[in-house]
Structure formats: C-alpha cells, structure tokens
C-alpha cells in the first residue's frame, strides 16, 4: 500500500516542484538573483532526493517503505516552505519591495556589509525577521513609507552573518560570538553549581535551565544582533527598539520560569545598548534614551522581579557589549561618523531627532524625508 502510494505522489511531487521552477520570474532586478537562484539549488536538491526515493533499489524493500515516507515528508515540508516563502516572495514582487531592495543595497555598501545582501520582501505577518538559509529579509506592507523602524533592518543583517560557513572574513566576527557563549553558558552552569549546593527550591532549578537553553539557542544571537545595528547605525537603532517594545512589548522584564524564550527581556536588551552607546562615544545619546525608557517603564509601573538580576547580571550584559563591539570591529565595518550628515545612518538619526524636537510636524515632515531618502 505505501509503496504504490509513494510511486504515484513522489512522481506527482518532482512535477510540482518543477512547476515551482518554472514560477520563478525571469524579468526581476538584479536585487532578487540570489533568492531566485537559491531556490533553483533547493528545488533541484529535493527532485534529486526524489527521484533516488524512486528509483534507488534500496527503498524497494517493504521494510524500508516507513524510511521512505519519512524522508518523502521531509522533502514536502522543505517545498512547502519554498514555495510559500520564497517562491511567493519572487512572484508577488512589486515597486514597493523594489524601492526596498534598492534602500538595503545602499545600506549594505555604505556600512561595508560583508555578506550576501539579502533579499526584501513586503510580504511579512510578523514585523521585520530574516531567513538566513534563504537570505529573505521580510519587512511589513508599508515600512517603506516611514522612517522610525527602518533601523531594525540592521539588525536583521546580523542574523546571516552568524550562520553563514567558511567565510574567512566573518569567521573573527563568530569566534567572538562563540566565546561570549562559553561566558554565559559559564556564568549559568556556575549558577547551578550554586544551586545544587543551596539545595534550592525546583522552581530554581528549573529556571536556570530555561534560561542555559535560552542562551544557547536564543538569547545571545539577539543580543548581538542587536549590538551590531547598533554600532553601524547608532542610536536610530536603541530609539527603534523602546518604538517597539512600547508599540508591541509585554512585560519589559520578563524571564522566563520552565521553558526557553526566543528573545530576552526587553529590558536587558535595552541595557546593553545603553553601555553599547557608551563604548562607541554615545554617552550623550545613552543617557537620554536610558532616561527615556526609564520613565516610560515607571509610568506604567513596570519593576523587575528578584529573578531578573540573577538572569541578567549587568557584568554580563556589559561583558557581551564589549564582545560584541570587537567582533563588529573585526568585521572591519563602517562605524557611524558623527561627522557625515548625508549617510543613511545619519538620516535616520536625525528622522529619531526630529520626532522628539516636534513631534506634531514629525509625519510632515517625515513623508518629505522618506522621499529624499528613497530618491537619492
């Protein structure tokens, strides 16, 4: 039964896929080449896979027909995700993601970004996120038209940077990463060295565990990510994020009780970008954003329970700070110059400067900037 089932849908799957193929656009801008051809390599990747579960003698066998439907599975979430993810993204191309395109391409050169420039599409659910594998970059229908998050971007270009293999020039920038890890990693197995010997509560136990896997698989690449558009696009990139947590943000303090967290508490973000802004000669600019967010916080009487400091001890917030700054420097980037009024990264300080000075006139003035920006 099996056998006969998978002989009739694999061969219907290497059709679909082919027709993936084949709505791919030929007539894109240049900007979209590398998305299009990753998904040419992916989608031939899994006919081939395909057609060796066809045809290979070895999965003739009737006991290799559950391995065979396993691996069948596999290649059909893999196409699922190419076609509506990447294949959409392709196909449902317009003006607005080509101005986009356009936008990230100056951003990547004037910052000397040393990865593949990824892709942008318009079509995102869930405000700005990345696929690395892919290099798509997915931003709201509209950001294009405003100015207050399009920092975010920076920090989505990160994200590659961490993942990508064999890269002799990003290679300093993840050994960096890696070595901050085994600092946090450290500082929590301590922790629970500690623990063990208080013989604590299980609710302890169970926290530093959640928080051990929520920096090995989370935490850490989001602070870093965050510390990297900070230091290339400067303080636009701290503004963005108290946007954003006050916009969208839950408790600024959470830490998690019983199972790991994709991204830490917004608040010990929002900390590291503050000594971040210090060590790159922000105080200025730090101090009022910490005033700023400190204000806004006790406005809505937010205070950190006793859990917090012990998650996120300021000594390893500053230690990934400056971890994080030598790695961006061993990346050999273009650090904002306070000096350059025309950069991109100056433009969207100012666009941050301009919504406090005046706020009422800020749209105003705004849909002019946003013109003057995208038309250059």
Not at 152 to 174: G, N, S, T, W
Not at 352 to 368: C, G, I
């Amino acid at each position: 039964m099996i056998d006969i089932y998978l002989a009739g849908s694999i061969t219907q799957l290497v059709e679909r896929a082919r027709a993936m193929t084949a709505h791919i656009p030929r007539d894109l801008p240049r900007a979209y080449d590398t998305l299009a051809q990753t998904c040419r390599k992916e989608i031939n990747s899994c006919i081939a896979e395909l057609r060796r579960l066809k045809e290979d003698p070895l999965f003739s066998a009737k006991q290799c027909q559950p391995e065979r439907l396993r691996k069948f599975r596999r290649i059909v979430s893999d196409l699922d995700f190419l076609e509506t993810v990447a294949i959409v993204a392709l196909n449902k191309a317009q003006d607005d993601d080509h101005r986009l395109n356009a936008f990230l391409e100056r951003v990547c050169r004037e910052i000397a970004y040393p990865g593949v420039i990824p892709v942008v599409t318009t079509l995102s659910q869930d405000y700005f996120h990345i696929y690395p594998e892919l290099h798509l970059l997915c931003v709201p229908l509209i950001e294009g038209n405003f100015l207050l998050h399009l920092p975010d971007l920076y920090h989505e270009l990160a994200h590659p940077l961490l993942v990508v293999q064999d890269d002799p020039l990003i290679e300093p920038f993840q050994k960096r990463f890696s070595s901050t890890m085994r600092e946090c990693l450290g500082y929590i197995r301590a922790e629970q060295v500690k623990e063990g010997r208080r013989n604590g509560p299980a609710r302890s136990w169970f926290m530093l565990k959640s928080w051990e896997s929520s920096w090995a698989k989370f935490w850490l690449t989001e602070f870093y990510c965050d510390l990297f558009a900070l230091f290339t696009v400067g303080p636009a990139y701290a503004w963005s994020h108290l946007h954003l947590a006050m916009k969208r943000g839950g408790n600024p303090f959470a830490v998690p009780e019983l199972s790991a967290s994709s991204h830490p508490s917004d608040d010990a973000r929002m900390q590291a970008m503050l000594y971040g802004l210090e060590l790159i000669g922000f105080a200025d600019a730090s101090s009022r954003i910490g005033g700023a967010w400190t204000a806004v916080h006790s406005s809505l009487g937010a205070r950190p329970e006793p859990e917090y400091d012990w998650c996120f001890p300021k000594h390893l917030l500053q230690q990934i700070a400056r971890d994080a700054l030598s790695g961006t420097r061993d990346l050999k980037l273009q650090m904002p110059d306070r000096s350059c009024t025309t950069s991109i990264a100056a433009r969207l300080n100012v666009a941050w400067e301009k919504f406090w000075s005046d706020p009422e006139s800020f749209p105003a003035w705004e849909r002019h900037e946003v013109e003057v920006i995208f038309g250059d």
